[in-house]
């Protein structure tokens, strides 16, 4: 048996009938690798998945896609392998829901302050009657079969962003709302609204104790911690705890192989940016 075929057949003993994929099965065994992407190109997340990068994310928030640009970028990362997930523009029941709707797995939530907030965010990834997402599924249903309804609220995962000073002063109430899958860390957000420079790799005693809060109150509460990173700081993440962690970025990928290509053939040394974060 394939390693597809055993992941396969995991899935169809733990829901049934529909081999509908779960982040919330993978980071179980491992810690999980994402790649972002912030540019419309279907082709760029298939290759991604295809590559072995465990989910796929695609950015309605900060990025460039359209819907109909996101819908199929979704099912090219899914058919490739790799869990779709949108990060959403909004916490709102409608933006969450479209997204879903088109297929993504798992939401990123952004801006999730209060446990009002979290709960907004919970009932809008649930069904009744856990939540209250509208029932229209209909890139889902087409795409996971017509038993999606069934499992989906044992399968979507909810992912809230924590990501400003507001935040970690509810970071207790808003990890105790139940139906919270994962605290997603917006680096950049975060060391901003601590008055600190715009850096994902602060050192600066204020973040690391802001990051040392969120992996207590994950570990206390059964919450996965997840976090916006690059392949420089993917070791210290998961050393420190973190289980899902992004360190590709297609528009990043872009710009530096092309300056590398040019650098190279003119004889300079490569001197590219950094990898973008707005996180």
């Given at each position: 048996m394939t390693g597809a075929d055993a992941w396969e057949d995991h899935i169809v003993r733990k829901h049934g009938s529909v081999p509908i994929p779960s982040?919330?099965?993978?980071?179980?065994?491992?810690?999980?690798?994402?790649?972002?992407?912030?540019?419309?190109?279907?082709?760029?997340?298939?290759?991604?998945?295809?590559?072995?990068?465990?989910?796929?994310?695609?950015?309605?928030q900060h990025g460039i896609a359209s819907e109909p640009e996101a819908l199929a970028m979704m099912q090219a990362a899914e058919a490739a392998g790799a869990i779709p997930v949108a990060r959403v523009a909004t916490n709102h029941a409608m933006t969450i829901g479209r997204a879903l709707d088109a297929g993504a797995l798992a939401v990123i939530i952004p801006m999730v302050n209060t446990a009002d907030d979290a709960r907004a965010a919970v009932a809008a990834c649930r069904y009744p009657p856990e939540g209250d997402r509208s029932y229209g599924p209909v890139a889902a249903i087409s795409r996971y079969s017509d038993d999606y309804a069934r499992v989906a609220n044992a399968t979507v995962t909810c992912l809230v962003m924590i990501e400003t000073v507001q935040a970690l002063a509810n970071l207790e109430e808003i990890l105790s709302v139940p139906g919270i899958d994962g605290v997603y860390v917006g680096p950049v957000d975060l060391s901003l609204t601590l008055g600190l420079p715009p850096r994902p790799d602060n050192d600066a005693p204020e973040f690391m104790a802001a990051i040392d809060r969120i992996l207590d109150a994950c570990r206390r509460h059964?919450?996965?911690?997840?976090?916006?990173?690059?392949?420089?700081?993917?070791?210290?993440?998961?050393?420190?705890?973190?289980?899902?962690?992004?360190?590709?970025?297609?528009?990043?990928?872009?710009?530096?192989?092309?300056?590398?290509?040019?650098?190279?053939?003119r004889g300079a040394p490569v001197d590219g940016p950094r990898q973008p974060f707005g996180y």
């Open positions: 982040l919330r099965d993978r980071w179980q065994e491992r810690p999980v690798l994402g790649a972002w992407m912030f540019l419309r190109e279907p082709m760029t997340a298939e290759a991604a998945a295809r590559m072995g990068y465990d989910y796929v994310v695609v950015d309605l059964d919450i996965v911690p997840a976090i916006h990173a690059d392949e420089r700081l993917a070791r210290r993440w998961t050393e420190r705890g973190f289980r899902m962690i992004t360190v590709g970025y297609d528009q990043y990928s872009v710009i530096h192989g092309l300056n590398q290509a040019l650098a190279t053939s």
